[in-house]
């Protein structure tokens, strides 16, 4: 399943679980850097929004960091009403507290990188909402991630007895989806980056993580690596990239960002849409970062110009340039220079299903 399905899929069942009062549980299970974290963690500000509520609540824990007080309460010395010594528990960090939104989701990052011990009482959680006498509210929802045994980030074997607590769900890199979520505004991933993960995408999302050990591509290191470009001098970004991707993938994202250099100027294609240089065919690296270039520049007042540039580019380039620039730009679909555009290119837009992207 894709990231975006399984957002979906985890909103259906807490809005379920709210109105049934049946437990669901999920784990999210993937390669490192695909997203599991980011999107668990966009699921209060949808849910909130869907379900019409002010706020709901999200507590994150790395479980890989947790001892099993941490989950099950830390124990206390007492005495029973005939005097009897017994020991007691204190409330469990993971439940709300006062003040506390009314819903929520715990988040149990790195679950099965957690030691055996840890799990134990997290899989009663996962099952029920409750370890011992600390019982979560029906409104609140379980959810956690891990990577996979082969992926050698410490993952532990399964325990038989956890994985019938909760719902499995294996994750799939998808470009698309990514994408989705790097061109909108509030994400501020550099443009260069996005473009580089549409013209490599079997660097980016790897379906194995490299045999051999040290830095390496996935879309969480691309994200750290785009926030560095234009900051730091070209020798000391040479090495930063390196250190986040890895050596050959490092150095295929510096080529690129050379070649992002070399683009026309966005004022000089507003100016002139129908004569500004277009890159040659036999260069895709230039067509995909030039089309990414446009799609971050172009606002209402320059969309016209921006698409018609783009009609001189390969009909692929011209649908995925498009597609971006109303992801980052949405209002450019309601101003009366893209309506007309609209018009005047119904071919393009019918083939490819254009505004439902």
């Keep these: 399943m894709y990231i975006n399905d399984a957002q979906r899929l985890i ?25 599991k974290s980011e999107a668990t963690s966009q699921l209060p500000k949808i849910l909130a929004k869907d379900m019409e509520l002010e706020e709901i609540g999200f507590k994150p824990f790395f479980l890989s960091t947790l001892e099993q007080p941490d989950v099950r309460g830390f124990g206390l010395p007492a005495k029973d009403t005939d005097g009897t010594p017994i020991m007691t528990f204190t409330q469990a960090p993971w439940m709300p507290r006062s003040g506390d939104p009314s819903h929520g989701i715990i988040f149990l990052d790195e679950f099965r990188q957690a030691g055996h011990d840890v799990q134990k009482p997290a899989a009663e ?16 929802m379980v959810v956690a991630a ?24 294996k994750i799939k890199p998808n470009l698309d989806a990514w994408c ?4 909108t505004p509030e994400n501020d991933i550099h443009w260069a980056a996005v473009a580089f993960a549409k013209h490599m995408p079997g660097d980016v999302f790897k379906e194995a993580v490299p045999t051999k050990s040290g830095p390496f591509c996935t879309p969480r290191s691309l994200v750290q690596a785009s926030y560095l470009i234009g900051q730091l001098e070209d020798s000391l970004l040479t090495e930063a990239v390196v ?30 849409p129908k004569t500004a240089p277009v890159p040659d065919k ?14 971050h520049r172009t606002s209402d ?5 921006a698409f018609e540039y783009l009609k001189r580019m390969p009909r692929e380039f011209q649908v995925a340039g498009l597609q971006s620039v109303l992801r980052k730009t949405p209002s450019v679909a309601y101003s009366k ?8 290119n119904k071919d393009l837009v019918t083939k490819s299903n254009l505004l439902e992207n």
Excluded: C, H, Y
Aim: aromatic share 8%.
């Design 301 to 305: 007042d320059t969309a016209t110009a």
């Design 11 to 35: 909103i259906s069942l807490f809005k379920r679980q709210v109105e049934t009062g049946r437990r669901f549980s999920v784990e999210l299970e993937a390669g490192p850097g695909m997203g």
């Design 125 to 140: 959680l996962l099952l029920n909402g409750r370890v011992g006498d600390s019982q979560l509210p029906i409104t609140w």
């Design 243 to 272: 250190g986040l991707l890895g050596e050959g993938t490092g150095a295929k994202f510096v080529a690129f960002l050379r070649v992002a250099e070399s683009l026309p100027d966005f004022a000089e294609i507003v100016a002139a």
């Design 146 to 169: 891990s990577n996979r045994e082969e992926d050698r980030s410490g993952v532990n074997r399964e325990l038989a007895f956890v994985s019938n607590r909760r719902m499995l769900i």
């Design 282 to 295: 036999d260069r895709p690296d230039a067509q995909f970062a030039t089309m990414q270039m446009i799609a």
């Design 180 to 183: 989705k979520w790097a061109e």
């Design 337 to 344: 220079d893209f309506s007309s555009w609209l018009r005047a």
